[in-house]
């Protein structure tokens, strides 16, 4: 089945240590997100790549990162994790506006 | 910008009861409007949409209409069951953009 898959499901990172989460997709979708979800709050989205072009929202910190290297993959880096960015990480694709959006089952990242 | 309101949880109800979880949004231009569910530590699922004015979306005995006229997009089902706990999420995509914006999620626990 094509699906958007993210690994690992858990993930636990020493503060301050570089993490990379990472999403793949088989629906071939131009679009892919990553959303941080805190506990019992709404996703918030921290950039989208349409196809090579990165967009990184106005508020996203600079500790975060993202690569797609091709239209599969997508990678969130972050670079010194603070206690601040244990959250429930998500990865979504598109194909655009109405597209309709296909979301991971999501990776939970605790910062010890 | 875009933003979605939802109705503040959690909602309560007994198996068999009838569900509303009230949605309203502003945007400009014609937005396509979601709604997704999300289970205790799982990523989101798409229970249904509706991409224009009058356009009713239905899953799963789920249903919800877009009125423009009210800028809503009310969730309801006739008869809800234990099963149907979860976060229920409401969504809009911006017609000419890439973003997905939520409102805040409402609670639903449903008591057998």
């Known amino acids: 089945d094509a699906m958007v898959i993210q690994n690992p499901r858990y993930q636990v990172t020493q503060f301050g240590k570089p993490v990379t989460l990472s999403c793949s997709q088989t629906?071939?979708?131009?679009?892919m997100y990553w959303y941080q979800q805190k506990s019992s709050q709404a996703p918030k989205l921290l950039f989208h790549y349409y196809d090579k072009d990165f967009n990184n929202e106005a508020d996203t910190p600079d500790n975060f990162q993202s690569r797609r290297p091709n239209t599969s993959f997508c990678f969130l880096d972050i670079r010194s994790p603070g206690l601040g960015d244990a959250a429930m990480y998500l990865c979504?694709?598109?194909?655009?506006?109405?597209?309709?959006?296909?979301f991971g089952s999501g990776t939970r990242l605790t910062v010890v | 910008g875009d933003s979605v309101t939802q109705m503040e949880g959690p909602v309560t109800l007994s198996e068999e009861a009838f569900l509303t979880i009230n949605c309203t949004y502003t945007?400009?231009?014609?937005?396509?409007l979601f709604w997704y569910v999300q289970y205790p530590g799982e990523g989101l699922q798409l229970l249904l949409k509706a991409t224009k004015a009058d356009d009713k979306g239905s899953n799963k005995g789920f249903e919800a209409t877009y009125r423009k006229e009210t800028t809503s997009f009310h969730l309801e089902k006739g008869s809800v069951q234990v099963s149907d706990s979860a976060v229920y999420f409401c969504a809009l995509s911006e017609e000419y953009g890439n973003k997905l914006v939520f409102g805040a999620g409402t609670i639903l626990r449903v008591k057998s």
């Open positions: 945007a400009t231009g014609y937005p396509s």
């Open positions: 629906l071939n979708h131009n679009v």
């Open positions: 979504a694709t598109s194909l655009g506006p109405d597209g309709g959006y296909t």
